[in-house]
């Protein structure tokens, strides 16, 4: 059969990595207290009834205003490793960063064209 050398240790990872979650919600799914219907199932909101239902639709713009957040803070993430060895990559990695802000300050000037950036 087709074996590659080398790759016990992935296999070992894969298969632990995949047990270890299963293993969790096996374990949850038998020691976890069954609960009575009734009384503790009710919902409890600082000791007061709930008013009105829960689906409440809210408004695009704080999705978008979050995503974009997450996008940049990510992005600003992948250039800290860059400037800490920034001494050591040379002018090619120069040029992929200048690249990589290019495409960040493109898509910043997009999402403020869109609006995407105003709370109003």
């Known amino acids: 059969m087709f074996s590659l050398q080398g790759y016990d240790a ?7 990595s995949s ?3 299963a293993l969790a919600l096996i ?7 069954k609960s009575k219907p009734g009384e503790r199932e009710l919902t409890y909101e600082s000791g007061m009834e709930p008013i009105g239902g829960a ?3 809210f ?5 978008m205003f979050a995503l974009v957040f997450v996008i940049f803070d990510v992005e600003t993430v992948f250039l800290y490793p860059w400037a800490v060895a920034f ?3 040379g002018l090619l990695a ?3 960063a200048l690249i990589f802000i290019s495409i960040l300050i493109v898509a ?5 064209r869109k609006g995407a950036l105003e709370w109003s």
């Open 94 to 96: 120069f040029i992929e």
């Open 10 to 16: 992935f296999l070992g990872f894969l298969v632990i």
């Open 87 to 89: 001494h050591k990559l």
């Open 59 to 63: 408004n695009i713009r704080y999705y």
């Open 108 to 112: 910043l000037a997009y999402a403020w």
């Open 27 to 33: 374990t949850n799914k038998l020691i976890s207290p």
């Open 55 to 57: 689906w409440i639709q």
């Open 19 to 21: 047990a270890v979650p």
